[in-house]
């Protein structure tokens, strides 16, 4: 069973197109996370939601726009695209304030 | 500057060789540190987790804090070719504080 899952694993399209990447998790989880990863693999944090609630919300363009559902979704909508959008945006979720942080296996934006 | 520094590498070793890995970091305020391993176009996993000062072991993984030199390091003995991956530092304020990222250090072992 996929802990972390995120759909779509691949998505291109182009400039100005809104799109919607999805996360779940059935793990049972209060925190869930965005995080974006670069072509040179650094990784770093966009957003957080603590059941349902966002508590982490870093120096993001306002074209980003997380949603939670419920506890055991976090997706994110981006409006407008850019080609600096392109990179791997990876899912996360951790019980409670435990150090450990479950990824997924990463949506793959690219923008032409 | 940034607040996680780490060498990208690649850095290549035979099977077998130890491998050292290591970053820096400028907030003092730092307490807990972690390494994860990213195999490619794979989520990153939780290798190894330190709070505060000191050594950590397991099995061929060891996890080193020097607070008062603001350093971290993982030593991974008899490696093998599965442990090719990238390997990212992570340390955080408090246990409910954001994740804070290094570059991430990309180790080939080759046969």
């Known amino acids: 069973d996929t802990a972390v899952s995120q759909t779509p694993k691949y998505l291109v399209t182009q400039m100005g197109n809104d799109k919607s990447i999805k996360c779940e998790q059935n793990?049972?989880?209060?925190?869930m996370y965005w995080y974006k990863q670069d072509s040179k693999k650094f990784l770093k944090i966009m957003f957080s939601y603590n059941n349902k609630e966002l508590i982490i919300n870093e120096t993001v363009p306002n074209r980003f726009s997380p949603k939670s559902p419920d506890k055991a979704h976090l997706n994110l909508h981006i409006n407008s695209l850019e080609l600096g959008d392109s990179a791997v945006y990876f899912c996360a979720s951790t019980p409670g304030n435990s150090y450990e942080q479950y990824f997924g296996p990463g949506t793959r934006l690219t923008v032409t | 500057q940034k607040e996680v520094e780490q060498d990208p590498g690649p850095l290549s070793v035979p099977e077998g060789a130890i491998v050292s890995l290591n970053c820096t970091y400028s907030n003092s305020a730092f307490q807990y540190f972690m390494w994860y391993r990213q195999y490619s176009r794979k989520g990153p996993e939780l290798l190894m987790y330190?709070?505060?000062?000191g050594n950590k072991e397991d099995g061929r993984f060891t996890a080193q804090v020097d607070k008062s030199s603001k350093y971290i390091s993982l030593f991974i003995r008899d490696s093998q070719p599965s442990d090719s991956a990238t390997y990212l530092c992570?340390?955080?304020?408090?246990?409910?504080?954001?994740?804070?990222f290094g570059a991430g250090t990309q180790v080939v072992v080759t046969p």
């Open positions: 330190t709070y505060s000062s």
């Open positions: 992570a340390m955080r304020l408090d246990s409910w504080g954001k994740l804070q």
């Open positions: 793990l049972g989880h209060d925190t």
